[in-house]
């Protein structure tokens, strides 16, 4: 399986984007799927996660209220909508797919698919 994150740009504070991550094969079988960032200089961060049945979310404090994922399995596909975008939101965004759980993911140790990044600037 391949994972392909698209929709990244240049955006001013304040404005909004909205993320995909399209995968190659079935993400069904991918219990978690997440969004990833790295800004110039810093570490990756989890960004955002969801479980198989877009029950559960979870979010990392940063962007919670700003940003929501989302998934949509018949089209193996996943999202991250960005709202009220920073300049503290520049990085690079990546998504990422693993069979284990949400929280697990979130460590970001041993996830099983990464795609290539796409970027995102937030600058006036």
């Known amino acids: 399986v391949q994972l392909q994150a698209s929709g990244g740009g240049l955006v001013q504070p304040g404005g909004s984007l909205r993320l995909s991550c399209v995968a190659s094969?079935?993400?069904?079988?991918?219990?978690?799927v997440g969004w990833f960032r790295q800004a110039p200089g810093k570490a990756r961060e989890f960004v955002a996660g969801?479980?198989?049945?877009?029950?559960?979310?979870n979010y990392a404090g940063s962007v919670k209220g700003r940003f929501t994922i989302s998934r949509d399995n018949t089209k193996n596909a996943a999202y991250l909508q960005m709202n009220s975008l920073t300049p503290e939101d520049t990085a690079v965004y990546y998504c990422?797919?693993?069979?284990?759980?949400?929280?697990?993911?979130?460590?970001?140790?041993?996830?099983?698919?990464w795609g290539k990044g796409t970027q995102v600037t937030v600058s006036s």
């Open positions: 990422a797919a693993d069979p284990r759980t949400v929280g697990a993911m979130r460590s970001q140790s041993g996830i099983t698919y």
């Open positions: 094969g079935s993400i069904f079988n991918f219990n978690a």
């Open positions: 969801i479980g198989r049945d877009s029950i559960l979310k």
